[in-house]
């Protein structure tokens, strides 16, 4: 079973920066590719940044032109730059990692690493 592990969140005051690290317990075949997701209290788990493994990001709009999302393939290890940060961005974010499988995606998730923007 692979389990993923984040590091990196904690209390960061508005307007700075943190670095979300997350790495994969073994190497992982066939990834399609690897995101950072949050939850914020009551509120539905959403897409924050994903890269495939071409390379090709995403971010969501709230985020563009802040955070910055990357990977290194050979460690299966995806990281999350985050900088100006907003109070809106206190949330759990989970790493998330999609490879193919024989029949469908298998989809890896994290545990968590709580992010807390403070005024």
């Known amino acids: 079973q692979v389990q993923l592990v984040e590091s990196g969140g904690g209390l960061v005051q508005a307007g700075g920066s943190l670095r979300l690290s997350c790495a994969a317990s073994?190497?992982?075949?066939?990834?399609?590719?690897m995101g950072w997701y949050r939850q914020a209290p009551g509120e539905q788990r959403e897409m924050v940044a994903t890269i495939t493994v071409g390379r090709v990001t995403n971010y969501a709009d709230s985020v563009k032109g802040r955070f910055t999302i990357s990977r290194d393939s050979a460690k299966n290890t995806v990281a999350l730059q985050m900088t100006s940060l907003k109070l809106e961005g206190t949330a759990v974010y989970y790493c998330?990692?999609?490879?193919?499988?024989?029949?469908?995606?298998?989809?890896?998730w994290g545990q968590g690493t709580q992010v807390t923007v403070s005024s």
């Open positions: 998330n990692i999609r490879s193919r499988a024989l029949l469908g995606t298998n989809n890896y």
């Open positions: 073994r190497r992982i075949s066939n990834i399609v590719d």
